[in-house]
């Protein structure tokens, strides 16, 4: 594969002064090239401003290219539409950390290394009872899992490429009891142990749903469907939460306490915590007969209301893991016979609605991954609280695939933006006495 090597220089002109600049235009495999600004503060003391990071290339990145306009999202090339048909969330978790697919041998030696990295240290499972029951999951999670870093001392130290290896298998073993343990705290059931008998999906449904007073049999179709979710939400190259384990890992930071970071900046409603906002906004509109006033809300420039699950920084298309969740959405309801969910109509209803209104196909707004992911959840049986932290399990492959990228950099540079300040100029200490 070609690296991005230096090809075109771009002249930037200061048009009062006429003084110029050059910069190095590189170019990547796919996607934009970029305008190296790395020497502009030296050459001209100027430095770029970027709120949002919209027009920014923060790292050079070889694990997952969007292209926004298209729709299109590839893990190391591989589309994921491919890899949700044909790959399991386990072998993806793979591609993504290693680079390539994994053949037999190497299959089996990850798969060993996941299923016998899943219990956690019993004295960690006595955090939970720190935690009130009305929490929030995701806040939990984030607590339990920065705490890891207490625990797991031999692979907490990022210049040592086994103790790198070790900390990113850990992650993505321990994240579904973690996740599972955060439910079964919510609702005042004992914690199941992960079954070593069962594959990495069929086990978290195992441990959410299973109680010990009596058998559980995986259901094999949620299972795969469950696989599916995960491989959707598995990465999604510089988005805030992989951005935000990226920064906090620059400083040179564990991984757990990186990735307890990342879980964090997940929640928000603008990232991952859109699924359970969706939701919410189905539950809200209750029948399609609301969706015209919720249309004329989103629409309107002085309502802070969004149509959640609509709209993407990057997608100016259909999101691809949009469409292939849809079609999950409709398999496991067809699967629980709730194909007639009137929640599931108002979705349909508010889609082709949106999808045809000025005001979205102007702005480029199609669903998002998010938005019939809730419903699939929902009817899985897993309680809205916990579809971040849904998300946070299997993103988990994708933060600890960018960590070990960045933090194997041979010259790592710390994160640290400038800004545009715009405070009070120097002024001298006012006495209290004399304050208005
Ligand atoms: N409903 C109504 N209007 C919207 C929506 C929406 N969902 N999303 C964007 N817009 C409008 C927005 O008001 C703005 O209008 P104007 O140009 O008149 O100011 C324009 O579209 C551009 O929006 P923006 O907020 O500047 O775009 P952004 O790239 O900063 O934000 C977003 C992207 C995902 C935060 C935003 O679309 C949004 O809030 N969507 C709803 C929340 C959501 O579904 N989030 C999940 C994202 S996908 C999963 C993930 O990656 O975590």
């Not at 991005?4 to 590189?26: A, F, M």
């Not at 995960?230 to 906090?248: G, K, W």
């Not at 999101?319 to 969740?325: E, F, K, L, N, V």
Request: proline residues 7%; aromatic residues 8%; hydrophobic residues 40%.
């Amino acid at each position: 594969m070609p690296q991005s090597s230096p090809s075109r220089t771009v002249t930037l002109t200061d048009d009062t002064t006429g003084e110029s600049w050059k910069l190095e235009r590189r170019s990547g495999t796919m996607g934009p090239d970029v305008i190296d600004v790395r020497p502009l503060p030296r050459l001209s003391g100027l430095l770029t401003f970027d709120p949002g990071f919209i027009s920014t290339g923060s790292c050079e990145s070889k694990i997952t290219f969007v292209d926004g306009d298209q729709g299109i999202l590839l893990h190391r090339g591989y589309p994921i539409d491919d890899l949700a048909e044909n790959s399991t969330f386990l072998e993806v978790a793979y591609l993504l950390l290693m680079g390539d697919l994994p053949n037999a041998e190497q299959s089996t030696a990850w798969t060993h290394n996941i299923t016998y990295n899943t219990l956690v240290h019993e004295q960690l499972i006595k955090f939970y009872s720190g935690f009130r029951r009305d929490a929030h999951p995701m806040a939990v999670m984030c607590g339990v899992v920065g705490a890891l870093s207490a625990f797991y001392h031999d692979s907490i130290n990022m210049q040592d490429p086994a103790q790198r290896a070790k900390a990113c298998y850990r992650l993505i073993a321990k994240m579904p009891t973690l996740a599972a343990m955060a439910h079964k705290y919510a609702h005042g059931q004992p914690f199941m142990y992960p079954l070593n008998s069962l594959n990495y999906a069929a086990n978290f449904l195992q441990m959410l749903f299973a109680v010990p007073a009596e058998p559980y049999e995986v259901n094999p179709i949620l299972a795969r469907a469950m696989d599916k979710i995960l491989i959707l939400h598995a990465d999604h190259e510089q988005n805030a939460s992989t951005s935000t384990v990226r920064l906090a890992s620059s400083s040179g930071a564990n991984p757990f306490a990186c990735i307890a970071a990342g879980i964090a900046s997940l929640g928000g409603p603008a990232h991952g915590g859109a699924n359970e906002a969706v939701l919410k906004m189905l539950t809200a509109l209750e029948v399609p007969a609301n969706i015209p006033e919720a249309i004329r809300r989103a629409k309107d420039p002085n309502d802070p209301f969004r149509l959640m699950g609509f709209g993407h920084r990057v997608y100016k298309n259909y999101d691809p893991r949009a469409r292939i969740m849809r079609r999950i959405c409709h398999e496991v309801l067809g699967t629980l016979n709730l194909a007639n969910d009137p929640l599931l109509q108002v979705a349909v209803e508010l889609e082709q609605i949106a999808l045809s209104d000025p005001y979205f196909i102007e702005k480029k707004l199609y669903p998002n991954v998010d938005f019939y992911t809730g419903l699939t959840l929902r009817a899985m049986g897993i309680p809205p609280s916990m579809f971040t932290v849904l998300f946070a399990v299997a993103r988990t492959a994708g933060w600890v695939a960018h960590w070990q990228e960045q933090s194997s950099e041979s010259k790592p540079k710390i994160g640290r933006p400038r800004q545009l300040y715009t405070g009070p100029t120097a002024r001298s200490f006012v006495p209290m006495a004399q304050r208005g």
